[in-house]
């Protein structure tokens, strides 16, 4: 049996980070939580989290930025906005968890292989490469970088979505590539 | 040449933090005109008045000033100091350095000089002041009470043992408001009706009290002292004096069975067209509904009822609205809550599961005298064998209420105690917080919990139904970090307390003011909670606050109090800032009557010139404003002090 | 001359989701509001870049949406519920935070178009019901529905913070809209539950999980069939049935249409052009309530 201790101390916490995170747009109401859970109650993936959806809240606003952003749940948030909806004190949940992500992929705080950062950068390239993204392509590149294996498992699905005429190999390009990439490369005004 | 006398408040660290205080009197004394200036840690305490007593005397000043917190915090502290000096009152001006300066800057040099300015302002202004006196006028000794729950009873009951004359008006057909709908209260389990009742009686049997049910206000004129006030009487088509209340007209009614909806039992029971609310009602009087009685309808019914009544001949089907106006000094808000409807949040499925309750209709259902005779069973008929209870219903919300209702925590655990005596169900009060601060709630908490209630920290997010018939509440259990999904047989709203639909209409012929969430506002949230800011119109209950029956009481004692010293001083006195005609400039051209908001202004028939009826006139100020040959002036707002002022003000040096 | 509406297919309705763009415009022709594709749009970027770099997120939007206003039209309809939350999402941000604002104003400078201003992205629910209106629709109706009761699934992002396709609570109007044609509905409580989106893709047995959920919920209220308003949803509860059933040993076969599908085959339209034979699940029940059209094997 494996005795990891679970207290914490306090200077494992970085109480500057949540004050920082504070400006960011949609998560300006963070510090009103009541932690009544509700996002937790209504968020149908919070039973398959590491920390349900109040307890990151919680973790954020304490400043346990490790903890949060090596957590399992901000890659199992599907961006239903549920919660956000549901909150009593209009937090905006879902752009937290996406601050959070996007903080975590920066950082490369996730686990190796991770599907879901491996997919969301596979197709933020195409995206910008392109103008358009191609679920065959996407799919295909997922599998590679992170588990070859789940492409047997797609097989079936495959060969239906071929049949029904659901599946283009095409891989598109819009014609004002160069506008967007013009578009894109406009640089962030500065924090 | 004025001796004036400059006094600058420290208030503690309040001014002094961020005001150079002593640099402040320094300046002051610079100035022309002024024979004394200090700094004092605290100007409105004993010592500090004394000040200003003895200077007058011994430096034989004319003109105080006080430069320090609000007037509506000290200014009638310093005017009567300046009295007790021996100068007129008016004599004083008030700077207020803590509000407009030290709380609202952090630039401790700039506040300073903030500070010099204003006082500068009023040196320059309190020369030109005159003496002016206050006026007295006599109060009506009789009392108007607005709402007939346990706020209204208590503060009628209170005035009436002080020998006052109370008006009592109810526009339901009973009194009682919502603790004669409980069975039990909170924290103590005495039984709501055991200690209600007796008070409604003693209120109708009080020779000093008018009560008056199916009645409302429906306008306010005059102001404290004496105010006109007319009240609508709905017909109840029963003659008061002739009905002895002994219900054989209800037997006999057409409709055999009860059929239509009770308002009382939250409409979980029936009642017929001619009915009494509920046997404890007080006036001991039936009613006739006109919405769902025969006659009313098609004029055809066989008037059964009118039989059984026989000679004693108390149904009049003729009864008319009536307006009657009284007279009364003062007046005591007493129009309580409404609760909040749960329709209003859908994932709870109010209204369309069956099974989902709110906390009154439960309250109905535990009364012994209740729709079910005290059995706790669903709309099918089955007892519950396991019951959800969810806290906070419309309460600290963004997207309802935003604050906490004050009294769910402690009715759900009432409930969940009195639910598990009645059916021995399995309870789950699912809350965000328990909030027990009452004089022995805490206890009482602790008692639930040792007869096995279940507690779940969280806010219920989703009821839905099971297969099984059943219903679901999806709960993070947040002390455990876990979602729980929890079957129960019946779901009870904890709903909040809101103010009434009408909070807002009523407000404003009282004149008084409303806070955001439809609650009246007292004066001090502190110092004077049961008082407005309008003179002679008091608070008492919910309808300034969500709170429970013993801070209820509380405050209508208070209400009480308040009314009854203003009675027995006997008079009101009124402050002179009063505006008056200049006659000779007056051109009659009437802009002025309709702008005040006070109707103080009429026309002099004779010489068709405005006049301003000091007894009115509250010092608004807007008829100066608007007198387009600028001859109306206003005491103490002259616009020679006025101009001085803004001269003063602007002379930096 | 009926108004054209201006549309955003997104990536989606070009692969996957082809059923919906196909049935879309067929229902679009017959109601004689002609429909126009956004040229060249890109992709709107969907969750991924937000997960990734929130400001390409709105430059990605902000494109289309200026597009879409260099076409002079002040209405861009969006089918695709990401799509439409996206696109909304970057106005409402662009409104409330000058520093976003800006951003998006330079970016769009610099590729030479102009300020998106007073676009108003819509989805064609909203635009079936307040711009044609469930009266209209009734009165369109020419074939009986003989699919018996659906479950109306609204999803996520289409009924979320920035829309106003419906409430966000207890969404209606997507059943309106079935009963007025004469397709009864059931109540369905997890109307508003998510899909999962992309997660079965990446969290495949979670994202599974919770389309068995669906599914098996519309089943137990006595729907034949679920009707979505999002490719996304529309595939996730298509696509894996079968897996689904072995997973749980509960046998599904439940068609997973469009509300655009029902509409046009309600109003006559040429099932050929609605796309029917793009869905993978209940292809036999779908074909026993068209049957008696005889062309049937050929549009399932
Ligand atoms: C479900 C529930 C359970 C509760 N249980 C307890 C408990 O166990 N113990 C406890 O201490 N507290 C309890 N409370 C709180 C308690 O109800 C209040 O403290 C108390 O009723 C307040 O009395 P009130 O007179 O201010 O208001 P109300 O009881 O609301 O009475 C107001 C009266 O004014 C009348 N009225 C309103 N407007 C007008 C108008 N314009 N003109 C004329 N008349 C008007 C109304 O008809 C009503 O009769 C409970 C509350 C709820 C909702
Ligand atoms: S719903 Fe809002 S207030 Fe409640 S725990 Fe979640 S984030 Fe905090
Ligand atoms: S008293 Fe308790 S249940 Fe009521 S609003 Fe406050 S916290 Fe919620």
């Known amino acids: 049996m494996d005795f990891g201790r679970t207290m914490k101390y306090q200077r494992e916490a970085e109480p500057d980070w949540p004050h920082q995170l504070k400006q960011l747009p949609g998560c300006e109401r963070l510090f009103s939580c009541i932690q009544c859970g509700k996002c937790s109650g209504t968020c149908p993936l919070s039973i398959y989290m590491d920390y349900t959806p109040r307890r990151i809240i919680n973790l954020v606003r304490e400043g346990f930025r490790n903890e949060a952003l090596s957590s399992k749940t901000i890659w199992l948030c599907a961006s239903c906005y549920a919660c956000a909806v549901h909150c009593p004190q209009d937090i905006h949940i879902t752009d937290v968890m996406y601050m959070l992500k996007r903080e975590a992929i920066q950082h490369q705080m996730y686990p190796k292989r991770f599907p879901i950062p491996v997919l969301a950068r596979e197709f933020y390239d195409l995206v910008r490469k392109r103008g358009r993204s191609s679920e065959f392509w996407l799919v295909l590149r997922l599998a590679m970088k992170s588990n070859p294996l789940i492409l047997l498992g797609m097989v079936r699905t495959g060969f239906w979505l071929i049949r029904t005429g659901r599946l283009s190999l095409r891989s598109e390009r819009i014609r004002g590539v160069h506008q967007l990439r013009r578009e894109l490369a406009t640089p962030k005004e500065a924090q | 040449m004025a001796r004036i006398g400059i006094y600058v408040c420290h208030c503690g660290h309040n001014i002094a933090g961020t005001i150079d205080v002593k640099g402040v009197a320094n300046y002051a004394a610079s100035l022309p005109g002024v024979a004394v200036a200090r700094d004092y840690k605290y100007m409105c305490s004993d010592p500090g008045q004394d000040l200003i007593k003895n200077d007058i005397r011994d430096h034989q000043l004319d003109r105080i000033i006080v430069a320090a917190c609000s007037p509506s915090l000290h200014e009638a502290t310093f005017r009567n100091a300046t009295a007790q000096g021996g100068l007129n009152a008016y004599y004083f001006q008030m700077v207020n350095v803590r509000e407009h300066d030290a709380w609202v800057h952090s630039d401790k040099a700039a506040a300073t000089e903030k500070a010099k300015d204003l006082v500068r302002a009023a040196v320059y202004r309190v020369k030109l002041h005159k003496p002016l006196e206050r006026r007295r006028v006599p109060i009506r000794p009789e009392v108007l009470v607005v709402g007939g729950g346990i706020a209204g009873i208590h503060a009628s009951l209170s005035l009436a043992a002080a020998g006052k004359q109370v008006y009592l008006v109810e526009r339901e057909p009973t009194i009682g408001g919502h603790m004669a709908q409980f069975d039990k209260t909170f924290p103590t389990l005495d039984c709501a009706a055991c200690i209600l009742t007796p008070k409604m009686t003693a209120v109708r049997a009080n020779p000093n009290i008018t009560l008056w049910t199916l009645s409302e206000v429906v306008k306010v004129e005059g102001f404290v002292g004496s105010y006109q006030v007319t009240v609508r009487h709905k017909p109840r088509y029963i003659i008061d004096d002739l009905c002895v209340g002994c219900l054989e007209c209800v037997e006999a009614c057409v409709f055999k069975e009860p059929r239509f909806s009770d308002e009382f039992n939250v409409g979980l029971g029936k009642r017929k067209p001619v009915y009494m609310p509920f046997p404890q009602a007080v006036p001991q009087l039936v009613l006739i509904d006109p919405e769902t009685c025969i006659e009313f309808k098609t004029g055809k019914c066989k008037k059964t009822c009118v039989e059984a009544c026989a000679e004693r001949n108390a149904i009049d089907f003729t009864q008319k609205e009536r307006l009657e106006t009284i007279e009364v000094g003062s007046i005591i808000l007493s129009t309580g809550f409404e609760v909040f409807d749960p329709h209003r949040i859908p994932y709870y499925g109010y209204g369309v599961y069956p099974n989902v309750y709110t906390a009154l209709e439960v309250e109905r259902l535990v009364n012994a005298a209740g729709p079910t005779g005290g059995e706790v069973v669903l709309r099918d008929g089955r007892k519950p064998k396991r019951v959800g209870i969810v806290h906070c219903v419309g309460s600290r919300d963004e997207h309802t209420n935003r604050y906490c209702s004050r009294v769910c925590c402690m009715y759900s655990l009432k409930l969940a105690h009195l639910v598990k005596e009645h059916t021995d169900a399995e309870i789950f009060n699912c809350y965000i917080d328990m909030r027990t601060p009452g004089k022995t709630f805490e206890e009482f908490y602790n008692r639930v919990g040792e007869e096995g209630v279940n507690f779940v920290r969280g806010k219920v997010a989703d009821v839905y139904p099971d297969g099984d018939g059943s219903l679901v509440m999806q709960v993070e259990d947040t002390l455990l970090g876990i979602v729980r999904k929890i079957p129960v047989d019946m779901v009870v709203l904890a709903v909040g307390l809101e103010a009434h639909r009408d909070a807002d209409a009523v407000r404003r012929m009282f004149n008084i003011t409303c806070a955001s969430e439809g609650f009246f506002v007292e004066r001090h949230p502190k110092l004077a909670p049961v008082n407005t800011f309008t003179d002679g119109i008091f608070l008492a209950g919910c309808c300034q606050g969500p709170k429970d029956i013993p801070d209820t009481v509380a405050q209508a004692g208070a209400a009480a109090m308040e009314a009854a010293a203003l009675i027995d001083k006997g008079y009101v006195e009124l402050e002179p800032m009063t505006a008056s005609v200049n006659e000779e400039e007056c051109s009659g051209c009437k802009t002025c009557i309709p702008m005040c908001p006070y109707s103080a202004i009429s026309q002099k028939a004779d010489v068709k010139k405005a006049f301003i009826n000091e007894v009115l006139c509250k010092g608004c100020g807007t008829c100066v404003a608007a007198c387009p040959s600028g001859s109306i002036k206003q005491n103490l707002f002259e616009d020679e002090e006025i101009f001085e002022e803004i001269e003063g003000v602007l002379a930096y040096a | ?300």
Request: glycine share 8%; aromatic share 10%; hydrophobic share 40%.
């Open chain 3, 1 to 300: 001359m009926a108004r054209d509406y201006l549309y955003f297919p997104g990536c989606s309705l070009k692969a996957t989701g082809v059923a919906y763009e196909e049935s879309m415009q067929e229902l679009f022709r017959i109601l004689e509001m002609p429909l126009r594709e956004l040229e060249d749009w890109n992709c709107c970027g969907a969750t991924s870049y937000m997960a990734i770099d929130e400001e390409s997120a709105f430059q990605l939007s902000a494109r289309n949406l200026s597009l879409a206003r260099q076409n002079g039209n002040s209405d861009l309809m969006a089918p695709c519920a990401a799509c439409y939350l996206v696109l909304r999402k970057t106005q409402d941000y662009v409104k409330k935070y000058p520093r976003v604002h800006r951003h998006v104003a330079a970016s769009l400078e610099s590729a030479g178009l102009p300020m998106m201003d007073g676009v108003k992205v819509r989805h064609p629910l909203e635009v079936l019901y307040n711009d044609v209106g469930l009266e209209k629709l009734e009165s369109k109706v020419v074939r009986r529905w003989r699919g018996g009761p659906v479950a109306c699934y609204y999803g996520c992002q289409a009924v979320r913070p920035f829309t106003e396709v419906d409430r966000a609570h207890n969404p209606i109007r997507m059943d309106e809209i079935m009963k007025a044609v004469g397709v009864p509905t059931v109540d369905y409580s997890l109307k508003t539950k998510c899909c999962g989106g992309a997660l079965t893709g990446t969290i495949h047995d979670v994202g599974v999980r919770l389309n068995y959920l669906l599914l098996k919920e519309a089943a137990r209220k006595g729907a034949n069939a679920i009707v979505t308003l999002c490719p996304l949803c529309q595939f996730n509860l298509d696509a894996y049935q079968v897996e689904i059933q072995k997973e749980s040993g509960e046998s599904f076969d439940t068609p997973i249409l469009y509300f655009t599908q029902v509409l046009g085959w309600a109003f006559g339209a040429d099932p050929r052009k609605l796309g029917f034979k793009r869905g993978i699940a209940g292809r036999k029940l779908l074909k026993q309530w068209f049957a008696e059209h005889a062309e049937v094997e050929q549009y399932v």
